[in-house]
């Protein structure tokens, strides 16, 4: 069992494991390597003037595994919710997990298969990006109707991993380095 498990590795995934490992919870990370960012050029992202999307991801994971996040290149081909979390099936097996974050892209079949509500299209959310299923959240495109972009799916990640690190503290959780916490 694991503490969190997201399906997704794209900006939106990543962000959210980056958050949830570097702060104490155990996190697994399920991905295919299919994210649009292979695709992209970021020129718009802070803090990069011009980057190809492969890169970026590459760079992405590379800090995010550094952190301890086991990144698996697998398909999950299915999510239910039990008594004491999720239980993720995979191509190659099955993990259990107290928290799962979607990060599929585009893709809502998860969300429709965990039962999560819907707003039309779109998987429903609260402001920290949780869905009707506690403990489940859902990210980027699968939230919003053609509103895409590499920057807000960061910012859900980080959302749904601040949310998830507040329950785990039970009060608000600030995630906020200071010089002196760098190596």
């Known amino acids: 069992m694991t503490d969190v498990v997201v399906v997704g590795g794209g900006p939106a995934g990543l962000s959210a494991a980056l958050f949830t490992e570097k702060n104490g919870l155990d996190t697994v990370v399920y991905d295919t390597d299919e994210t649009w960012m292979h695709k992209a050029h970021l020129f718009n992202y802070l803090g990069i003037d ?3 999307g492969t890169e970026f991801v590459e760079a992405s994971r590379e800090q995010v595994e550094e952190f301890g996040v086991d990144i698996t290149e697998s398909e999950v081909t299915g999510v239910e919710q039990g008594d004491d979390g999720f239980t993720v099936t995979t191509e190659d097996g099955e993990a259990e997990a107290t928290y799962l974050v979607l990060a599929t892209g ?3 079949s998860l969300a429709e298969e965990l039962g999560c509500a819907f707003d039309g299209d779109l998987v429903d959310v609260n402001l920290s990006m949780e869905t009707s299923v506690e403990d489940a959240y ?3 495109a699968m939230v919003r109707d053609q509103e895409w972009q590499a920057v807000i799916s960061a910012g859900d990640g980080g959302a749904a991993a601040l949310d998830i690190l507040s329950k785990e503290e ?3 959780f600030h995630d906020f380095d200071v010089p002196a916490d760098a190596e």
Do not use: N
Request: aromatic content about 0%; hydrophobic content about 25%; cysteine-free.
């Open 138 to 140: 859902a990210t980027g």
């Open 50 to 52: 011009s980057m190809d």
């Open 170 to 172: 039970g009060e608000h």
């Open 106 to 108: 585009a893709d809502r």
